[in-house]
Structures are given as C-alpha cells and as structure tokens.
Antibody
Framework: EVQLVESGGGLVQPGGSLRLSCSAS????????MHWVRQAPGKGLEYVSV????????YYADSVKGRFTISRDNSKNTLYLQMTSLRPEDTAVYYC????????????????WGQGTLVTVSS | EIVLTQSPATLSLSPGERATLSCRAS??????VAWYQQKPGQAPRLVIY???NRATGIPARFSGSGSGTDFTLTISSLEPEDFAVYYC?????????FGQGTRLEIK
C-alpha cells in the first residue's frame, strides 16, 4: 500500500526558512517523479513543484521559483522541500504526491495523498 | 497557465437529488481533467480521472463527461457522504492547475 507521510511543518517568521520531508513507502521512490502541492487554509489547491526520479530535473510554480528547492534522497525513500524567504502567503498545508512517470514536467492526476504538513508564516 | 473556472461556487441540494458540477478551462485540455472530493480536515480524494474514469473505490453514481474546455461531474443520486468540496484539475499543459472548487452542501 502506497503511503506518503509529510513532516517538518510549523510556525516560522516571514523571511525564515523551513525544510519539509515526505517519507514514502509501499513503492520504489526511485522509479517515479514526485510533486508538491499546497492548500492555503480555507482555499483551493495550488501546484508547487516536481522533481524527476533521479533528481536531476526540477520545475517550479512561478510563485515559489527562486525561493523553494525540491530534492530527494532515494536511498532514504524521502522527498524534500526546502523553503526560504518565506512569506505569509506561503501559509498552507503542503502535500507530496507521486507521479506515474520518471520524466518532468510530468502531467499527472493524483490518487495517493498523505495527510499533509501545515506551514504557518507569521510574526 | 490554464485557468479552470468551476461553477457554481456553492450547490445546495438534498440527499437523493442529482448534482451537476461544471469546470471550464481557459483553453482546450483535451480529456485530461480529474475531479477530487475533499471533506473538512481531510486530504483530497481522487474521484474521476481523464474526464470519465472512476478512481478505485468510487461508486457508480459518480460520472464525468466533457472534452476540450467544458467538463462536468455528475452525482446521480446524492448520498449524505457526498457533501463536500469538489475540485477539478487539468494535466494537459504545464503547470498543472486546479479549479477554485465547488462546495456541495446539504439543503
């Protein structure tokens, strides 16, 4: 059974940094690209980023480009999202999601969701 | 980027009634539209993918249709557990985008 467990969220001041992790099980992480999607409180879903299966290619939404870095450690079955220069508008629940392919930008629908991790950017 | 506009924003219906939710794309997305159901405090759940394919475990009362720019999610006879927020999503062109959601509430 595919399981995705996000962690690392919390309260951070504007301009601060945070690193999110996503622990994957039930499948071989190295065989798939991986995505991050976020949802601000009471709002809709927003696409954030994707990384190829080997980690050598990444894509970002314009809203986070230059501030967020997606990475992965396949030996640890873990996906990461390093967030810097955080803004109040980055406040959201962050979800990691699996792709069906290795290449990026992969255009997927998402049938496995974790519980997400809440990031709150506030002073 | 492709903008998805969902209507109505809120739909008030009673159990047993038929629900019709709309998703319109700013340009053609072929058949690459998915629908998700989200209940309070939960992650979204895939309902329909690629316009009309039901996801695993989704009951037959859910159906999807459309092509190009106009898509519909239909719930033939509402059950109490169907009341939730529904989002459409396109995977035709980068970046992946989502609609703003339709809240399906009990009348």
């Amino acid at each position: 059974e595919v399981q995705l467990v996000e962690s690392g969220g919390g309260l951070v001041q504007p301009g601060g940094s945070l690193r999110l992790s996503c622990s994957a099980s039930g499948f071989t992480l190295s065989g798939y690209a991986m995505h991050w999607v976020r949802q601000a409180p009471g709002k809709g879903l927003e696409y954030v980023s994707v990384i190829s299966n080997e980690g050598d290619s990444t894509y970002y939404a314009d809203s986070v480009k230059g501030r967020f870095t997606i990475s992965r450690d396949n030996s640890k079955n873990t996906l990461y999202l390093q967030m810097t220069s955080l803004r109040p508008e980055d406040t959201a629940v962050y979800y990691c999601l699996t792709s069906r392919t290795t290449v990026v930008p992969s255009m997927d629908f998402f049938d496995y969701w974790g519980q997400g991790t809440l990031v709150t950017v506030s002073s | 980027e492709i903008v998805l506009t969902q209507s109505p924003a809120t739909l008030s219906l009673s159990p047993g009634e038929r629900a019709t939710l709309s998703c319109r794309a700013s340009q053609s997305v072929s058949r690459y539209v998915a629908w998700y159901q989200q209940k309070p405090g939960q992650a979204p759940r895939l309902v329909i993918y690629d316009t009309f394919n039901r996801a695993t475990g989704i009951p037959a009362r859910f159906s999807g249709s459309g092509s190009g720019t106009d898509f519909t999610l239909t719930i033939s006879s509402l059950e109490p557990e169907d009341f939730a927020v529904y989002y459409c999503q396109q995977r035709s062109r980068w970046p992946i985008t989502f609609g703003q959601g339709t809240r399906l509430e009990i009348k």
